[in-house]
């Protein structure tokens, strides 16, 4: 991750900004979305490798803080903000984990909870959540 | 109905607040996919390149018609050849 910013670094303009959007350590999880309300059911599955959502993503904020030197970046601005990807059913929400996100995998008994919610057919979405972290890297003038 | 991804804009509204301005910049977007986040800023940028190793990324990227000023390449950053070309923003879009 390093080096891949290290990559950025050598091929932005000098005076050229990085702009990096990675999830925060914080669990993804399982909600039940019903008009402006989010309840939570579940965190998802991690288990715990190298390879793992929660050290993938500590080792992207760890090549961020590596890369604010006075030779590479200086970090003028940051965010975190939370990311929500609605689905009417659990099928449709599983086909796009499937297809997106690979790493990222939920209980089967939380997501028969989460299927029996849906059935009472109140209009509810079942929905990941991500807390996601933004920032803005500008190069030191060369 | 389909997946709604980020239906309350809040991936937008914060490469706003940290002053991501793609406005006439050439850009570098690593880990493009499907070029969602693409979308977002491809009109207003003056060149873009999208790169992503991912073997299904080039099928989804392609279904977009994009504007002649964007590009796709299947390489990962490591192994991205700029040749003689610089950037003035290097995204990246969730592929750290």
């Known amino acids: 991750m390093v080096d891949a910013l290290r990559r950025a670094h050598s091929v932005l303009n000098s005076g050229g900004i990085v702009i990096d959007i990675h999830p925060t350590p914080e669990p993804a999880h399982l909600e039940l979305a019903a008009g402006s309300e989010f309840v939570r059911l579940a965190d998802r599955l991690d288990d715990g490798t190298v390879s793992g959502p929660r050290r993938r993503h500590m080792a992207a904020d760890a090549a961020v803080l590596a890369c604010l030197s006075p030779e590479m970046f200086n970090r003028d601005a940051a965010t975190d903000f939370t990311f929500r990807t609605h689905a009417d059913t659990v099928e449709e929400l599983l086909n796009c984990l499937d297809s997106k996100w690979k790493q990222l995998h939920f209980a089967a008994a939380d997501l028969s909870r989460a299927r029996d919610h849906l059935a009472c057919g109140d209009g509810s979405a079942v929905v990941v959540t991500e807390r996601v972290t933004a920032s803005r890297l500008v190069t030191r003038p060369r | ?96």
Request: charged residues 30%.
């Open chain 2, 1 to 96: 109905m389909a997946v709604r991804v980020d239906p309350e804009n809040n991936e937008p509204a914060a490469l706003n607040r940290i002053g991501a301005n793609f406005e006439d910049r050439r850009v570098l977007e690593v880990g493009c996919g499907d070029g969602r986040l693409t979308r977002t800023f491809a009109e207003r940028a003056r060149s873009v390149v999208a790169i992503d190793p991912e073997p299904s990324a080039r099928a989804d990227f392609v279904r977009t018609t994009w504007p002649r000023h964007v590009e796709f390449r299947s390489v990962g950053i490591d192994g991205f050849e700029p040749a003689d070309r610089r950037f003035d923003v290097v995204l990246f879009s969730w592929s750290l």
